[in-house]
């Protein structure tokens, strides 16, 4: 699976928009681009995924750069409910390899503020 | 959407005692299931891959006599903790993915917080 980068850490004003980055310049053209966030104590959460098309569910949007070398998750209005470390994962589709497991990096601890 | 269970969430025991560690898929079924753990402050290391009806297989480093795991049905896979030491106090997580959708994510439980006394 490709490596991702993610900044350690950032902070986000409640009610604004959190624009969380993620870097993954040797993904491979049947890899997607998961998202998945950890609240304190508590299993990972599937936010969303998507492959070269911008993706947009009722939690978040994923914004997919054409070369697909990054992409950038937004929580449109983060709430302090948001706060949690943020994984971006790339990885090959579970629909065509559903005995892989995800691999987590150190994410993005968002913090969101009141 | 489709749930993963956990049970217990958090348990607590004495240095040298057995611990068992369940992970159900409630509206899916599931041939493979993935074990997790969680040190403090860190990200989720895989443990081993549970297969229903075959062997586990476990990563480098993780002690199979140590961390046993059964996976006697499509919707379980249990862990068990075999003379739990206070460096296994852990946060341990299971996961799975859905066999028959095919899904193209896969779905976590909540966490069993273990502290080994």
């Known amino acids: 699976d490709a490596k991702t980068t993610q900044p350690t850490s950032m902070d986000c004003a409640e009610g604004r928009a959190a624009n969380l980055p993620c870097n993954h310049s040797?993904?491979?053209?049947?890899?997607?681009v998961y998202w998945y966030r950890q609240i304190h104590s508590q299993g990972p959460q599937y936010i969303i995924h998507?492959?070269?098309n911008n993706e947009t569910n009722e939690m978040a949007s994923l914004i997919i750069t054409e070369d697909r070398k990054s992409s950038t998750l937004i929580l449109p209005h983060a709430t302090l409910r948001d706060t949690a470390v943020y994984y971006c994962?790339?990885?090959?589709?579970?629909?065509?390899?559903?005995?892989?497991?995800?691999?987590f990096g150190p994410g993005t601890r968002l913090s969101v503020l009141p | 959407g489709a749930v993963v269970s956990q049970h217990p969430s958090r348990v607590i025991c004495k240095s040298g005692t057995s611990v068992k560690i369940e992970c159900r898929s409630l509206?899916?079924?599931?041939?493979?299931m993935f074990w997790y753990r969680q040190f403090p402050k860190q990200s989720l290391m895989l443990m081993a891959t549970?297969?229903?009806?075959?062997?586990?297989?476990?990563e480098q480093g993780v002690e199979k006599d140590k961390f046993l795991i059964n996976h006697a049905s499509l919707t379980l896979s249990t862990l068990t903790v075999t003379s739990a030491h206070p460096e296994d106090s852990s946060f341990y997580i299971c996961?799975?993915?859905?066999?028959?959708?095919?899904?193209?994510?896969?779905?976590f439980g909540p966490g069993t917080r273990l502290t080994v006394l």
């Open positions: 549970s297969n229903e009806g075959s062997k586990a297989t476990y």
């Open positions: 040797t993904i491979s053209g049947n890899e997607y």
């Open positions: 996961s799975a993915g859905d066999l028959i959708r095919r899904t193209d994510t896969q779905y």
């Open positions: 509206d899916f079924q599931a041939t493979t």
């Open positions: 994962i790339v990885r090959v589709s579970g629909s065509l390899d559903y005995g892989q497991n995800f691999v």
């Open positions: 998507g492959l070269k």
